[in-house]
């Protein structure tokens, strides 16, 4: 089972500045199946990133994801008022068939 | 537009059987792979299941295998999840995901949930 562990539990930044969140795996993920999703408070998830790089449809090019094998990182280059949320990265695996990572909660200074 | 939405969620007893649906709308259902993902209270989010577009391909997390059924009705476009025997560590929101992914070139590459409901609660207590 490949675990996924989210760094930091909580950020916190002021709007204007760069905001990096990192995933980490237990195992070799494919940055094919590595995925990105903020939640807001009260509301369902939103996809970001998918295949490790590429922005979901609507998603502004501040958020920018990278990385490979067991480290990835997703990156908000300037915050802006609605970014503070809660973020989860995904894999897909063999068993479980996905797993989320334990969220970091981005919040404003 | 593409539109889940998620209802049968409520209180039950300890032990009780309690059946989710989900509503698709605005796609065509068919061919989509569904997920149920459920957040407890102040927690993160857990995959708990996933059907595929037929039916043919069903898989559970260990933590509701044996007590969970998905299911889904492709001419009514919709997915449910039965849930029996609960217990109260299944108290959660419970969300319908559509599962996309690219698999033109044979295995399926970037797959991701591109699309969810809005979750319907299920508190687990006596």
């Known amino acids: 089972e490949i675990v996924l562990t989210q760094s930091p539990g909580t950020l916190s930044l002021s709007p204007g500045e760069r905001a990096t969140l990192s995933c980490r795996a237990s195992q070799s993920v494919s940055s094919s199946y590595l995925v990105w999703y903020q939640q807001k408070l009260g509301q369902a998830p939103r996809l970001l990133i998918y295949?490790?790089?590429i922005r979901a449809t609507g998603v502004p090019d501040r958020f920018s994801g990278s990385g490979s094998g067991t480290d990835f990182i997703l990156t908000i280059s300037r915050l802006e008022p609605e970014d503070f949320a809660v973020y989860y990265c995904?894999?897909?695996?063999?068993?479980?068939?996905?797993?989320f990572g334990q969220g970091t909660k981005l919040e404003m200074k | 537009e593409v539109q889940l939405v998620e209802s049968g969620g409520g209180l039950i007893q300890p032990g009780g059987s309690l059946r989710l649906s989900c509503a698709a709308s605005g796609f065509n259902f068919n061919p989509y792979s569904m997920n149920w993902v459920r957040q407890a209270p102040g927690k993160g989010l857990e995959w708990i299941s996933y059907i595929d577009g037929s039916s043919s391909a069903i898989y559970y997390a260990d933590s509701v295998k044996g007590r969970f059924t998905t299911s889904r009705d492709n001419a009514r476009k919709f997915v449910y999840l039965q849930m029996n025997n609960v217990r109260a560590e299944d108290t959660a929101i419970y969300y319908c995901?559509?599962?996309?992914?690219?698999?033109?070139?044979?295995?399926?590459?970037?797959?991701?949930?591109?699309?969810w409901g809005q979750g319907t609660l299920v508190t687990v207590s006596s």
């Open positions: 995904q894999q897909y695996g063999s068993s479980p068939r996905y797993s």
């Open positions: 995901a559509r599962d996309v992914a690219d698999c033109a070139s044979g295995p399926c590459y970037e797959i991701r949930f591109d699309f």
């Open positions: 295949g490790a790089s």
